[in-house]
C-alpha cells in the first residue's frame, strides 16, 4: 500500500495511467534519476485497440529500451501502408524503406495487450514505481499549481504528494474533464466495430505486414486490416454514428458482417477467413485540450488529445508527448521553476504535428479528393505524404503538401467559375 507522503517526502513525479504516454515518460523520467510513481487503473494485460505502429516511434523505442524487445517480438515487421478504393482497387503499397532505407523505416504491428504491458514492465524495470488497479479520482491543487493526486487504494482514498502530476489517463481525460479545457471536434465523429479474425488473405513479402485501408462501397466509411502474429487479423469498420449504429438494431455482429459483405475490398480478404472472439464497438469522438500544461501539471497521449485512428499517429504521438514531457518536468525541476511554460515548453512542436496529420484526415474524408490523382499531378510531393504517413511530421517543410492541395482546389474552382 502507498502511504500518503509528507510533502518533503513527495515523489517528484506522479504519472497517471500506465499507457504508452504514461510508460514512456516514467521510464524517461527515471533514466533521469526521478523519483516516479505510476498509477494504473486497470490491471495488465488489457485488450486495448490501437495496434499499428508508425515508423516515427523507432528513435523513442531506441532511447527508452524497447527497440531490442520489439524486435526479438513475432509481431509482424509494418513495413508499408496500403489504400483500397471503394471498387476494391488496390493502391500501389507506400513502402517506408523506399523513402528512406534505413532500420528505422520499418516498425510493427501489435496485439495492445502484450505491447502495453511491455512497456509498462519496461518502465517498471528501468526503476518506476509501478502500482496497478489504482484508480485516481482528482488531481490535487494549491492555488493553481498541482501538487498531488487522490487515489482508491485497496478502497481507501488516500492523498499522494508529487512535484509535478503527469496526467496520461487515455481517453478518461482525467484533468482535462477536471479543469474543463477539453474540447470536442464537432467534424470528426466516428464510431467503430471491429473483430479479429483467422486467416484472412494477406499479401506476400515487403507488403505482408502492411495496414491496409479500404474505402467501403457507398464511401460512408472505411476499414482497418491490420495483420498480427498468429495469422489473426484485426478488422474495423469505421463511420459516423448515426450511419454505423442507427436504424441497425443492436446488433453490431450484424452491421460489421453486413458492411463486410458490401465492401469488395474486405470481402476478398476475409472470404476464408473464421472470426476470433468477441465482437467489439468504440466511439471514436476526437477531441483537443485547449493547453496541454500548467503550473505542476503536464498532459500527455490521449489524455491531451485524440485524432481521427485513420493514419494509426496514436501511439506515435502519445511516446513523443511522453518523451518531451519528461525531459521538460527534469529540466524544470532542475530549475527550481514547474511553470506552465517550463512545462509546456514542447506543446508548439505538438500542435504543429498533429494540425499536419488532421490536414491529411480531412482529405481522406474529403469525397471529392483523389490521393492517387493528386500524386499524378504533383508527384514531387510523393515524399511529403510518405513522411506524414510515417509520422515525420515536426517539421518545416511536409506542410508544402497542403499549399499545393489549396492550389488545385483553387483552380478547379475558377474553372467551374468560368464554366
Known sequence: MIAEKSRSEAYDVVVIGGGPAGATAAT???????????????????????????????????????LDKLTASDFPRKESVQFVSAS???????????WRPVPSSTTWQVPRDRFDEMMLE?????????????????????????????????GKECEIAAKVVVDA????????????????????????????????QRDEGRNSGATIIIHTADREGWFWFIPLANDITSVGVVAPPEYLFT?????PQATLEAEIAKCPGAERRLADAKQVGRIYVTRDFSYLARRMAGDGWVLCGDAYGFLDPVYSSGVMLALRMGEHAADAIHD?????????????????????????????????YDRGFSFAQFLRRHPEHHDNLVRILVGDVFNDEVDAIFAAMSADEQAVESTTDQG
Open 28 to 66: 524517461i523520467l527515471a533514466q533521469h534519476g526521478r523519483r516516479v510513481l505510476v498509477l494504473e487503473r486497470d490491471t495488465f494485460p488489457r485488450h486495448h485497440i490501437g495496434e499499428s505502429l508508425m515508423p516515427q516511434t523507432y528513435h523513442t523505442f531506441e532511447r527508452i529500451g524497447m
Open 88 to 98: 476494391g482497387k488496390d493502391s500501389a503499397p507506400f513502402f517506408f524503406n523506399d
Open 122 to 154: 519496461n518502465a517498471r524495470e528501468h526503476g518506476a514505481d509501478v502500482r496497478s488497479g489504482v484508480r485516481v479520482t482528482r488531481v490535487v491543487f494549491e492555488g493553481l499549481r498541482a501538487v498531488g493526486v487522490c487515489a482508491i487504494i485497496d
Open 169 to 200: 489517463s487515455g481517453q478518461d481525460t482525467l484533468l482535462a474533464r477536471q479543469l474543463g479545457i477539453k474540447q470536442n471536434d464537432e467534424v470528426l465523429r466516428n464510431g467503430a466495430i471491429y473483430a479479429y479474425y483467422q486467416g484472412a
Open 247 to 251: 436504424g441497425r438494431g443492436d446488433n
Open 332 to 364: 524544470a525541476l532542475n530549475a527550481n521553476d514547474i511553470s506552465a511554460d517550463r512545462l509546456g515548453r514542447f506543446e508548439d512542436e505538438l500542435r504543429g504535428g498533429m494540425k499536419s496529420i488532421r490536414k491529411l484526415v480531412d482529405r481522406f
